[in-house]
C-alpha cells in the first residue's frame, strides 16, 4: 500500500489523507527522504486542486518544513513554515485557537532554536503552549501540550534555566502519563530521557541513573533488540551520567554502544550529527581514561564531521562543544597553544549564540584559565578564572560553578595567597552544597575539603583542618568511585592535626587507617608504609607505650633497608626511624641502645655521601670554576656539603629538625672554621651556586609556620642560631652569596627577626643571638655594591634604627656600620664616644692578629666602615682625633691586595679636605 501510494499520481482529494498519514509515518520512522518527497509530491497535487487557502496545504507545509529542520536545512523549513503559517491563519482567522496552526507556531520554534534565534524560539513555543492549552484545557491531559512542554525544557535547558527546564519536563511527563496511562510509549520514554539530562546539569547524579534507566527499558520493551536512533541516545545520556560521578570504564562501555548504534543507523563513516556525538562520547573517555592521543584523533574526526555537515563558520552548539572537547584533549598533551586556540573559537560561539552570560560561556572561560594556567600565563589564567566565576554567582545553583572557584583556588595557592585560596575552596565547596541531590557522592566535594584542610594545617588551624578532613573521609567512604586524592595522605595529616590538638588515642587510630590503607594502595615495603610505621611509633611513644613503639620501628627499619639498596633518599628516612629508636630507649633510661642508635643515625647520615655525584661541579659559575681550580683538595668537603643541603628537604619532609641542625652544623658550620680566606670563598661561592640560600629560606619559613614559637624549643633554636651564623661567615667572604641571601629571601627573613625581635632582645639571649646574627649578616651584604643598592631601595635602615641606641656597644656598633652604607652622606648617623673608642680597640687588636680578625670583625671590614661613617663630618674628625689614620695605613701597608686597596681608599676618605 505504501509503495502504491507513493507512486500515485492521479489528481484527485481522497488521495491526499492517506499521502499526508503515510509522509507521517516516514518521519515517525525519521525517513527523511522518502517523507520530503512525499510531502512535495502532495503540495503539487493540492496547489493544482485547491486554488485559495486551504488546510491540507497548510499542513502540508509545516509538514515540509518539520522534514527541513530535522534534516538541518533550517532556512528552507523556515521558509516552509512561514508559509504554513500565514495560509492557517488565513482558513481558520488570525488570533484563532487551533490544533494546525498550534502546530505551526511548535515547529517554528523548535527550527528558531535550532538557527540560535533563542528569543523568537522562545516566542513562538510559548504561543503554541498557550493556544493548546486555549483548544484542551488548563487541566486536561494531552500529549501535544506535553511536546511543547518538553519543547519548552529543552530550550530553559539551553538557557541554563534547570530548575525551569525541570518544571516543564516533569509537566510533560505528567501529561503524558495522563493521556497514554500505563502503556509504554515513546513520548514518556523522551520526557523520562530529558528530566534525567535536566538532573544530570543540576547535579543530581542519582535522580539522573534513575530517569535515564527507567527510560532505556522503555525504550527497549518499545523498540526491541534492532538499532535505534532514540536507544542510542538515552545510552549517550546514562554514559554521561556515569562520567560525571566519574566511573569512566562503564561511561566508555556505553558510549560505545551508542556509536555503534548510530552508525547502524546512518551507516559507518556517514557525515551526520549523531555518529559525531557517539565519536565525541568514545573521545573524551579515552582522555578520560589516559590515551590522550587515541581521543583526540576522535574527537577531531568528529570535529570535521560537524563543520562538513553544518559549515565550518556556522554557529552551532555542537561544533562549539565539540572544540572545547578537542582543547581538553590538546591540553592533557600540553599542547597548550591549540588548546587555547579551540577554546577561544568555542568561546566566540557560545557569546554570539547566547550572549556573554551564558553558563556555557562561563564553562569555557573556566576552560580556557585552566589552559593558560598550565601553560604558566598566570596572569590571563586568573582574568578567565575572574570572569567564569562572576557569571556563574549570577545562579550559583549551576553544576560546573565549583569547577571555577576551585580553580581559582589552586592558582592563588600557586602564588602564596593561602588566604585567598583557602576562601575560594570553601566557596566552592558551599557551591556544591547547593546542588540538589546527595552531595557527598561528587568526587569533586573530597578533593575540595582535602585542599582547604592542608591550607587551614600549614597555618597551624589544627581543630579546623581536622574538621575539613573528617568531612573529607566521610565523603569518601560514600563514593561510587574513588576520587584522584591519596586517602592515605588524607588519614595521616588528620592523624597530625590530633598531634598537635594532643589527642594521642585519636592520632595512633588515625595513623593505623594510614597503614593499613598505604599497605593496600603500596604493599608492604613502600616509603609511605614506613612513614606511618614511624609516626605510629612517635604517638606510641608519648602514650608511653615504648615497647610496641619499638617493634613498630623495627619493622619501619626493615622497610627503609630495602629500599635504600635502590633509592639512595630512603638513607634519610632509615636515620629517622633510628633517631627514633634512640629517643624511645632514652625515654626508657636505657643508656647503651640511646647510644648504639645515635651512633647509627651518623653512620647512615654518613653513608648519604653518594647522593651527590661529580656532575654538581658542572654547573657553577666561572667565578667558582676557577677558584675550585686552585683548591681541588675541597672536592670531597664541597660533596658532603652539597649532600647536606640536599637532605635538608628530606629532614623537612619527615619534621627531623635535630637532624637538619646536626648536619647543618657538622658539614657546613665547622668545615669553614679549618678554611683560609681563598678557601672560604671557594666554599661560600659553591654553597651560593648550589641554592644553598633557598633551602635556608625554605626550612626557616618551614618552621615558622610549623611550631607555634621557634625560639622556646631548644631545637627550632638550634637550627635558627646555625642558619643565622651561617649566613654570617658566607655573606662575610662571598659577594655571590650576598646576592644569592637577597633573591631568595634570606634577606626578608632576617628583616623579620629584626622586627619581631625588637622588644624581646634586651630581656632574652635567644632572641639577641638571632638579631645579632641578622644585623651581622645584613652589614656584610651591605658592603657588596650591587646588593647595597637593592637593600637601600627596601627601607632597612627602619628596622636598624632601635638598635643603634642599644646598650650593648657591640650590638650598637654592626647596626652603625650596616646603616652607615645604607644612607647618603648626608645622612650618616653620627656615631657616640663609647663606640667609636670601640671600633679603634678591636681595630688596633685585630692588627695584632693573624687572621686580622677581632670578636668576629675582621680588620678589613673595619676600615670599610671607618670608610663609610666618615660621610659624617663630626665621625671624621672623631677619627682623626683618635689616630685611625695610622691603624688604617698598617693595614694598607701589610695587608694583601683587596685590603690595601681598601685601606688606600679610607685614607683617602679620611684626609680628605
Request: charged letters at 20%.
Amino acid at each position: 500500500m505504501a509503495t502504491n501510494l507513493h507512486k500515485y499520481n492521479k489528481l484527485h482529494p481522497s488521495i491526499i489523507v492517506p499521502m499526508q498519514t503515510l509522509g507521517g509515518v516516514y518521519m515517525e520512522r525519521k525517513e527523511w527522504v522518502p517523507a520530503q518527497e512525499l510531502f512535495e509530491k502532495v503540495l503539487e497535487m493540492e496547489q493544482t486542486i485547491y486554488r485559495g487557502p486551504h488546510p491540507l496545504v497548510g499542513m502540508t507545509l509545516s509538514n515540509l518544513g518539520s522534514v527541513h529542520g530535522e534534516m538541518l536545512d533550517h532556512k528552507t523549513a523556515l521558509q516552509y513554515l512561514q508559509r504554513a503559517e500565514k495560509i492557517s491563519e488565513d482558513v481558520f482567522g488570525e488570533g484563532t485557537p487551533h490544533p494546525q496552526v498550534a502546530l505551526i507556531w511548535n515547529n517554528m520554534g523548535l527550527n528558531y532554536k535550532d538557527m540560535g534565534n533563542i528569543p523568537k524560539a522562545l516566542e513562538y513555543l510559548t504561543r503554541s503552549l498557550q493556544m493548546r492549552v486555549a483548544i484542551y484545557g488548563e487541566d486536561t491531559p494531552h500529549p501535544d501540550i506535553g511536546a511543547t512542554l518538553c519543547n519548552l525544557g529543552n530550550l530553559m535547558s539551553t538557557l541554563g534555566e534547570m530548575t525551569t527546564a525541570a518544571t516543564y519536563f516533569e509537566k510533560a511527563l505528567k501529561m503524558f502519563r495522563g493521556s497514554y496511562g500505563n502503556k509504554n510509549h515513546p513520548s514518556i520514554a523522551g520526557a523520562l530521557d530529558n528530566l534525567g539530562v535536566i538532573f544530570v546539569k543540576k547535579g543530581d547524579y542519582h535522580e539522573s541513573l534513575k530517569y535515564h534507566r527507567e527510560a532505556l527499558e522503555m525504550k527497549r520493551q518499545l523498540f526491541g533488540e534492532r538499532p535505534n536512533a532514540s536507544i542510542a541516545q538515552t545510552l549517550h545520556n546514562l554514559a554521561n551520567t556515569y562520567k560525571s560521578l566519574g566511573e569512566h570504564e562503564t561511561a566508555l562501555g556505553l558510549y560505545q554502544q551508542s556509536l555503534d548504534i548510530y552508525e547502524d543507523v546512518h551507516g559507518e563513516g556517514t557525515t551526520h550529527p549523531k555518529v559525531a556525538q557517539g565519536l565525541v562520547g568514545v573521545g573524551n573517555q579515552y582522555v578520560n581514561l589516559g590515551k590522550h592521543r587515541e581521543g583526540l584523533q576522535l574527537l577531531q574526526k568528529a570535529l570535521k564531521m560537524l563543520e562538513e555537515f553544518y559549515g565550518v563558520n556556522t554557529l552551532h552548539p555542537d561544533i562549539a562543544s565539540c572544540l572545547n572537547n578537542v582543547a581538553y584533549a590538546h591540553g592533557k598533551l600540553k599542547e597548550f597553544d591549540s588548546a587555547i586556540q579551540c577554546n577561544l573559537r568555542a568561546l566566540e560561539v557560545w557569546r554570539k549564540l547566547y550572549g556573554n552570560e551564558h553558563p556555557n560561556v562561563a564553562m569555557t572561560l573556566n576552560n580556557l584559565g585552566s589552559q593558560y594556567f598550565s601553560a604558566g600565563d598566570a596572569t590571563r589564567a586568573m582574568t578567565h578564572y575572574e570572569e567564569a566565576i562572576k557569571i556563574y554567582q549570577l545562579s550559583p545553583c549551576n553544576p560546573q560553578a565549583h569547577l571555577a572557584l576551585f580553580n581559582f583556588a589552586r592558582l592563588c595557592l600557586q602564588q602564596g595567597n593561602k588566604v585567598k585560596a583557602l576562601e575560594n575552596y570553601i566557596k566552592g565547596i558551599d557551591a556544591l552544597h547547593l546542588l540538589p541531590g546527595e552531595v557527598s557522592l561528587r568526587p569533586e566535594l573530597v578533593t575540595g575539603l582535602n585542599s582547604a584542610a592542608q591550607i587551614l594545617l600549614d597555618g597551624k588551624s589544627y581543630k579546623e583542618a581536622a574538621k575539613y578532613w573528617e568531612k573529607a573521609l566521610a565523603a569518601y567512604s560514600q563514593m561510587r568511585s574513588a576520587p584522584s586524592v591519596d586517602v592515605g595522605m588524607m588519614q595521616f595529616n588528620l592523624a597530625r592535626c590530633y598531634s598537635e590538638l594532643g589527642d594521642v588515642e585519636k592520632e595512633c587510630s588515625l595513623h593505623e587507617q594510614a597503614l593499613q590503607t598505604r599497605l593496600q594502595q603500596h604493599g608492604e615495603n613502600s616509603t609511605d608504609v614506613g612513614l606511618s610505621l614511624l609516626h605510629i611509633a612517635k604517638a606510641l611513644q608519648k602514650a608511653g607505650k615504648y615497647e610496641i613503639a619499638l617493634t613498630h620501628l623495627q619493622q619501619a627499619a626493615d622497610i627503609f633497608k630495602v629500599l635504600a639498596k635502590t633509592s639512595p633518599d630512603s638513607k634519610m628516612f632509615l636515620a629517622a626511624v633510628y633517631k627514633g629508636m634512640r629517643e624511645v630507649y632514652q625515654s626508657m633510661g636505657d643508656q647503651r641502645n640511646t647510644a648504639k642508635y645515635l651512633s647509627e643515625v651518623m653512620r647512615t647520615l654518613q653513608s648519604t655521601n653518594q647522593e651527590v655525584e661529580d656532575s654538581i661541579f658542572d654547573d657553577l659559575s666561572s667565578e667558582t670554576k676557577s677558584l675550585l681550580e686552585k683548591f681541588p683538595g675541597l672536592r670531597p668537603a664541597l660533596k658532603q656539603a652539597a649532600t647536606t643541603v640536599k637532605m635538608l628537604e628530606f629532614w623537612r619532609n619527615a619534621k627531623d629538625l635535630n637532624a637538619a641542625a646536626l648536619l647543618v652544623w657538622t658539614d657546613l658550620a665547622l668545615p669553614r672554621r679549618t678554611l683560609s680566606k681563598p678557601e672560604l670563598k671557594l666554599f661560600a661561592h659553591f654553597l651560593a651556586d648550589i641554592g644553598t640560600a633557598e633551602q635556608f629560606h625554605s626550612y626557616i619559613r618551614f618552621m615558622e609556620t610549623s611550631y607555634n614559637d621557634v625560639i622556646s624549643s631548644e631545637v627550632t633554636f638550634r637550627c635558627l642560631a646555625t642558619f643565622g651564623e651561617l649566613c654570617v661567615c658566607l655573606a662575610d667572604c662571598s659577594a655571590l652569596m650576598c646576592q644569592q641571601l637577597v633573591t631568595a629571601g634570606m634577606v626578608a627573613v632576617l628583616c623579620d627577626w629584626l622586627e619581631k625581635f625588637q622588644e624581646q632582645y634586651a630581656q632574652d639571649k635567644s632572641w639577641s643571638t638571632l638579631v645579632t646574627y641578622a644585623i651581622h649578616t645584613i652589614h656584610n651584604c651591605c658592603k657588596v655594591p650591587d646588593v647595597r643598592a637593592v637593600l637601600k631601595d627596601q627601607n632597612i635602615i627602619h628596622l636598624l634604627a632601635p638598635y643603634l641606641k642599644m646598650e650593648a656597644t657591640s650590638t650598637r656598633l654592626v647596626a652603625l656600620l650596616a646603616t652607615s652604607y645604607l644612607s647618603d652622606d648626608d645622612e650618616t648617623p653620627q656615631i657616640d664616644t663609647d663606640t667609636m673608642d670601640y671600633i679603634i680597640d678591636i681595630l688596633e687588636k685585630a692588627l695584632q692578629e693573624d687572621s686580622k680578625s677581632f670578636e668576629g670583625y675582621s680588620a678589613l671590614e673595619l676600615v670599610m666602615g671607618i670608610g663609610t661613617l666618615c660621610g659624617n663630618a663630626a665621625n671624621r674628625a672623631a677619627f682623626l682625633e683618635r689616630s685611625a689614620a695610622a691603624l688604617v695605613e698598617k693595614l694598607m701597608e701589610g695587608g694583601d691586595e683587596e685590603e690595601a686597596t681598601i685601606a688606600t681608599s679610607t685614607i683617602c676618605t679620611l684626609l680628605a679636605d
